[in-house]
């Protein structure tokens, strides 16, 4: 799907929710709900092309595939949830949205610790003793 496609898309569901919300507000949030994951999902392809040439960039490289796996996950983990909490919002529920966009935080923030401690010791090695 390309992008003028998702715009489109986009901005048929945005006038039907509005239409619907007044008077069936549930099946409103749910068809809202429902497009935008199958927008997400129909990006996939798109997210396996990056991947495919993160790969080939780290072997390049000669970058470990760990850090690679991990600063994916981290991609993914920041996507996944920024979806979420939309979805959380757009149901009215601005307060559950925050505590899942910081358990967001500090779960990337902990997958993240081994890398920033690769990258500290690497840069103390630099440095003469």
């Not at 239409?19 to 069936?24: C, D, G």
């Not at 999902?41 to 850090?67: C, F, P, R």
């Amino acid at each position: 799907m390309d992008i003028l496609q998702i715009i489109g898309l986009g901005l048929i569901t945005t006038f039907l929710v509005l239409v619907i919300k007044e008077r069936q507000p549930l099946f409103a949030l749910l068809l809202a709900t429902f497009v935008g994951a199958a927008i997400f999902l129909s990006l996939i392809g798109e997210v396996g092309k990056v991947i495919t040439l993160l790969q080939d960039l780290a072997n390049k490289a000669n970058v470990d595939t760990v850090y690679l796996a991990t600063i994916l996950k981290i991609i993914g983990i920041a996507y996944i949830v920024e979806f979420a909490v939309q979805i959380m919002r757009d149901a009215g529920q601005g307060a559950i949205a925050q505590k899942v966009e910081l358990a967001g935080k500090i779960v990337i923030l902990v997958m993240a610790i081994p890398i920033l401690t690769v990258l500290v010791e690497t840069i103390i090695q630099l440095f003469p003793q």
